[in-house]
């Protein structure tokens, strides 16, 4: 069965602290893998990665997917306490060609002043 | 430019009532997408839809859920005679009409189901 595994499930960390959060992959008919960030409301997109070994970056947040290990990291330097939120990674599957995610269970992150 | 739509925010239905989800995608975009997130669990996929047409129902329960889209007004997710189990979080996402992006989905912000 496809699945995506997030790690570490939760994560408190200081202001100004780099976090590295954690996605593996199963997923027997992967296109891309996605990062959301998912506060209180609607998850919001941060990135879409489909080739290995480009960092895909936006300000403090950085990205990168590895095909061959079947993994990806999201890094977030100098953290604020607006980065606390729930982090959401997702599989793009192609099995249907439909657009199907598959999500993993998220890293809930919080950032203490 | 609006994002995704989705309404009612929370929803507080009875066993045995209905349950209508109403969303409206992003403008320009023709694919709608629903996830359910239950509880302590992440978003699990539901249904995809384009206009008048459900592409892939594959993640739907068999009995008392369904869903369209049609030509005109928003996609809306039924479930008939609702139970304390669909007690979750309804999202809707969209994405534009091209396929090389369709993985790139827009996410409304959710409506709160709670069966009592």
């Known amino acids: 069965e496809d699945k995506v595994v997030q790690s570490p499930l939760s994560l408190v960390v200081h202001e100004g602290d780099t976090v590295t959060l954690n996605c593996s992959y199963e997923v027997t008919n992967f296109r891309s893998l996605l990062w959301y960030k998912q506060e209180k409301k609607a998850p919001t997109f941060l990135f879409m990665l489909?080739?290995?070994?480009i960092e895909k970056k936006s300000g403090r947040l950085s990205s990168i997917l590895d095909k061959k290990e079947l993994f990806s990291i999201l890094n977030i330097t100098a953290t604020q306490t607006g980065d606390s939120a729930i982090y959401l990674c997702a599989v793009g599957d192609g099995s249907s060609n439909t657009g199907k995610l598959i999500f993993g269970q998220g890293t809930t992150l919080q950032v203490k002043p | 430019n609006a994002g995704v739509m989705q309404n009612p925010r929370h929803l507080v239905r009875r066993r045995g009532q209905e349950a209508r989800l109403r969303c409206s995608p992003m403008k320009g975009h023709s694919h709608v997408y629903w996830y359910r997130q239950l509880p302590e669990e992440g978003l699990k996929f539901m249904v995809y839809l384009q206009k008048e047409n459900i592409i892939d129902e594959s993640g739907m329960p068999k009995e008392r859920f369904s869903a369209e889209f049609p030509k005109e007004g928003p996609s809306i997710l039924r479930i008939q005679q609702v139970v304390r189990g669909d007690s979750a979080a309804y999202f809707c996402?969209?994405?534009?009409?091209?396929?090389?992006?369709?993985?790139?989905?827009?996410f409304g912000p959710g409506t709160r189901l709670t069966v009592t």
């Open positions: 489909t080739s290995s070994g």
């Open positions: 996402a969209s994405s534009p009409p091209y396929r090389v992006s369709s993985y790139e989905q827009y």
